[in-house]
């Protein structure tokens, strides 16, 4: 039995992406800027981000007849807060209120404000178990903005990650690197850029940088 398409978005700074994908294929790309290109100077319109945005979804699911409403969304990895730690080795029941503890401290606001969620690994320091924590969290508010833009085109939104995490698992699908070793993947335009530097299959660093002409490059993000 042949699995349904699947429908991949990605929200960029610049532009909006959308994939099929269907049984581990790229059955489809499409790309659309957010701003066209004109040919002759006009006078600056105050069009929202919401509705650039929206527009250009609406536009894309049209042009390319694409009936699904169940989507993979991913984000600029800027929009999410990514740490990873470790802490002793936990039972199960002691794992959830250590995690909320120990991001607590990095967090300039309630945790309550986020939507979170963290990956477990065992790891070994010396003679001693311990947890790898991967936490990943969005504020509330900037999900649901995400997630009213998709609204407005009937779509639901059944996974979300970070655009960095998508990287990732593209390349281990392509076989591009292996889970044994250590890479660094770069993405970038001519403005901005991210770069993740990834062991085991999972992000250990993560800095955004910005691009500016005649002066030197600015880190502005940072993962630990």
């Given amino acids: 039995m042949v699995n349904a398409p699947q429908i991949g978005i990605f929200l960029g700074l610049s ?30 319109v105050n ?100 997630i009213y833009i998709l609204q407005q085109s009937e779509l639901k939104v059944s996974f979300l990650e970070p655009h960095a995490f998508s990287f990732i698992r593209l390349f281990l699908m392509k076989r591009f690197f292996s889970l044994g070793q250590t890479v660094v993947i770069v993405d970038s335009n001519l403005s901005e850029g991210t770069i993740v530097i990834v062991e085991q299959g999972l992000p250990q660093l993560i800095r955004d940088f910005k691009l500016t002409v005649g002066s030197a490059t600015t880190f502005s993000q940072d993962s630990d």
């Fill in 47 to 146: 069009v929202s981000e919401e509705i650039k945005l929206t527009a250009a979804l609406q536009k894309a699911l049209r042009d390319n007849k694409i009936e699904v409403r169940d989507v993979l969304l991913s984000l600029p990895t800027k929009e999410f807060i990514v740490r990873s730690f470790s802490m002793p080795f936990l039972s199960k029941e002691e794992v959830s209120p250590a995690v909320e503890f120990e991001i607590r401290k990095y967090m300039p606001f309630k945790l309550e404000d986020l939507i979170f969620d963290y990956q477990l690994s065992q790891i070994t320091e010396g003679k001693a178990r311990k947890l790898k924590v991967l936490f990943i969290g969005i504020k509330r508010n900037v999900l649901e903005r995400y």
């Fill in 15 to 44: 532009g909006l992406n959308i994939a099929e994908v269907q049984e581990r294929k790229l059955n489809g790309y499409y790309y659309m800027p957010y701003q066209p290109p004109q040919e002759e100077p006009s006078a600056p």
